[in-house]
């Protein structure tokens, strides 16, 4: 059973446009949602994070927008240049001291010149 | 955030065998936990590893398939036991509490 739902799978956009990738999550024990971005052959990196009591959070080009009410939260990607090309996974976890991440399916972004 | 290093990178291994994987971390860490990454695939948590205790695994995996130490609290090992070409995947250890970090991977081929 998949607890986060992560889409699209993949993703192409030219240089400068906004791609945005969508997680949806059933299981409202869930408090702490990280993006990670993983180039290939790399482990994956945390991006930014967010905790479901703020409906965004903006770091650097990256933008994290939060619905709780509907359970989905979804990454924006500012400007993206061809640097940005990688896939990139939402995660969620309960907090609390159960500090175990699942995490969805992975979007692989491409970003052309 | 930490540095984590792992060892080997790579290997190519025989059905059959088993391959241990170390993972050390530059920092004292009290939780370190271990994923699976299939070719293509999102992560998926192999086990939690506490230092002192033995290491909680998640449904789907057991411990005489993946053993992990735990010896000291900037160390762990998982033995990926008698391998097959299904175990051919990214092993990855991390560290952190809400904010996990991860380790650059070992890439297992089963043959």
């Known amino acids: 059973q998949q607890q986060v739902k992560q889409s699209p799978q993949s993703l192409i956009v030219q240089k400068g446009g906004i791609p945005i990738i969508n997680c949806a999550y059933e299981?409202?024990?869930?408090?702490?949602f990280p993006w990670y971005q993983q180039f290939p052959g790399k482990g994956p990196a945390l991006l930014i994070a967010?905790?479901?009591?703020?409906s965004e959070k903006k770091e650097g080009r990256f933008t994290i927008s939060f619905n709780k009410s509907a359970k989905q939260f979804s990454l924006h990607i500012m400007d993206s240049q061809p640097g940005d090309s990688a896939t990139y996974f939402c995660a969620a976890s309960m907090g609390g001291g159960s500090e175990k991440l699942v995490f969805g399916k992975g979007t692989k972004l491409t970003v052309n010149p | 955030s930490a540095v984590i290093s792992q060892k080997p990178s790579r290997d190519i291994c025989q059905r059959g065998t088993s391959l241990t994987i170390q993972c050390q971390v530059d920092s004292q860490v009290t939780m370190m936990f271990w994923y699976r990454q299939q070719p293509g695939q999102s992560l998926t948590l192999i086990a939690t590893?506490?230092?002192?205790?033995?290491?909680?695994?998640e449904s789907g995996f057991v411990i005489d398939k993946f053993p992990i130490s735990r010896p000291n609290l900037t160390f762990s090992t998982l033995t990926v036991s008698n391998m097959s070409p299904e175990d051919s995947s990214i092993y990855l250890c991390?560290?952190?509490?809400?904010?996990?970090?991860f380790g650059p991977g070992t890439r297992l081929t089963v043959l």
């Open positions: 991390s560290v952190g509490q809400e904010n996990q970090f």
């Open positions: 967010i905790r479901p009591d703020v």
């Open positions: 590893a506490n230092q002192g205790s033995e290491a909680t695994y």
């Open positions: 299981n409202t024990a869930f408090d702490y």
